[in-house]
């Protein structure tokens, strides 16, 4: 891997593939880029493909204290190295880093987000802050297992999900990146969509789902992940609406290709 110094001297891990126009690839919650990698010689055909790992991620270092404007200034590192501009496609959370890096002003062309995980009422909300709570107080006491335990429930995960994760060889993984839960809480806010500030943003958006609900988060109220793409849609000025029919929330990596490289090549 690669590794560019962000601006508060933070080390990014990130590879590099294809050639043409640059397109920066924004993991979600508890992803250290591998979640994206399977995109990445789906898009090399026709783009300079950039998949990176979020500072405390993988090979990328950390520097407390962590705020979004740090990973921001990630992103705004990587586009540098990317010639100075770049498309950006975020997927869940990371769809949300994704559209607060373009509001920033960062030189970003177009934006493509998948299933970002905004909450469209006030109930919803109401839980996310008391999952925010609980969250900070086991990272605090440094409860990594329980930490991933309040995100997986709060993803819909059903008990037996979260028992066979727990006996998975993949579960220690899981606990080293339990703290970047946090990270994604943070580029979420409140949980509700920033309507405002998306308001703002001038570049083209798409902003698409799946078609078919996920096994793994059926705790979900059922259209969870439209209503939050609804809600971003009609905030954004030059937003696409789009719905990929058979995918769930980790799409067939093709398929997204396809939608991906037609948006970008507008």
């Given at each position: 891997?690669?590794?560019?110094?962000?601006?508060?001297?933070?080390?990014?891990?990130?590879?590099?593939?294809?050639?043409?126009?640059?397109?920066?690839?924004?993991?979600?919650?508890?992803?250290?880029?591998?979640?994206?990698?399977?995109?990445?010689?789906?898009?090399?055909?026709?783009?300079?493909?950039?998949?990176?790992?979020?500072?405390?991620?993988?090979?990328?270092?950390?520097?407390?204290?962590?705020?979004?404007?740090?990973?921001?200034?990630?992103?705004?590192?990587?586009i540098g190295e990317a010639g100075g501009s770049a498309h950006l496609f975020?997927?869940?959370?990371?769809?949300?880093?994704?559209?607060?890096?373009?509001?920033?002003?960062?030189?970003?062309?177009?934006?493509?987000?998948?299933?970002?995980?905004?909450?469209?009422?006030?109930?919803?909300?109401?839980?996310?802050?008391?999952?925010?709570?609980?969250?900070?107080?086991?990272?605090?006491?440094?409860?990594?297992?329980?930490?991933?335990?309040?995100?997986?429930?709060?993803?819909?995960?059903?008990?037996?999900?979260?028992?066979?994760?727990?006996?998975?060889?993949?579960?220690?993984?899981?606990?080293?990146?339990?703290?970047?839960?946090?990270?994604?809480?943070?580029?979420?806010?409140?949980?509700?969509?920033?309507?405002?500030?998306?308001?703002?943003?001038?570049?083209?958006?798409?902003?698409?789902?799946?078609?078919?609900?996920?096994?793994?988060?059926?705790?979900?109220?059922?259209?969870?992940?439209?209503?939050?793409?609804?809600?971003?849609?009609?905030?954004?000025?030059?937003?696409?609406?789009?719905?990929?029919?058979?995918?769930?929330?980790?799409?067939?990596?093709?398929?997204?290709?396809?939608?991906?490289?037609?948006?970008?090549?507008?």
């Open positions: 891997m690669d590794h560019v110094r962000s601006q508060d001297g933070t080390s990014i891990a990130y590879e590099r593939s294809g050639s043409g126009p640059a397109v920066i690839l924004v993991g979600g919650g508890l992803d250290d880029g591998a979640e994206n990698a399977a995109l990445v010689p789906e898009l090399a055909g026709r783009f300079t493909v950039y998949n990176y790992a979020r500072r405390g991620r993988g090979g990328s270092g950390d520097t407390p204290p962590y705020a979004v404007r740090r990973e921001i200034e990630d992103l705004d590192a990587l975020g997927a869940s959370s990371g769809g949300a880093l994704a559209l607060e890096a373009a509001i920033a002003g960062l030189a970003v062309d177009r934006i493509a987000v998948y299933e970002v995980p905004y909450l469209s009422d006030e109930e919803a909300a109401q839980h996310w802050a008391e999952y925010v709570d609980q969250l900070t107080a086991a990272l605090a006491d440094d409860r990594r297992a329980d930490a991933l335990e309040l995100f997986m429930r709060l993803a819909g995960s059903a008990d037996e999900d979260i028992a066979g994760a727990r006996g998975s060889s993949f579960w220690s993984g899981l606990e080293a990146l339990a703290p970047t839960l946090a990270y994604d809480a943070a580029c979420l806010g409140d949980g509700r969509p920033p309507a405002a500030r998306l308001a703002t943003l001038a570049r083209p958006v798409l902003v698409a789902t799946g078609g078919t609900p996920d096994p793994h988060t059926k705790g979900l109220r059922p259209g969870f992940f439209d209503e939050a793409a609804d809600a971003i849609a009609a905030a954004v000025p030059h937003a696409e609406r789009r719905i990929i029919e058979g995918q769930t929330h980790v799409a067939d990596p093709a398929v997204l290709a396809s939608v991906l490289e037609r948006f970008f090549t507008r």
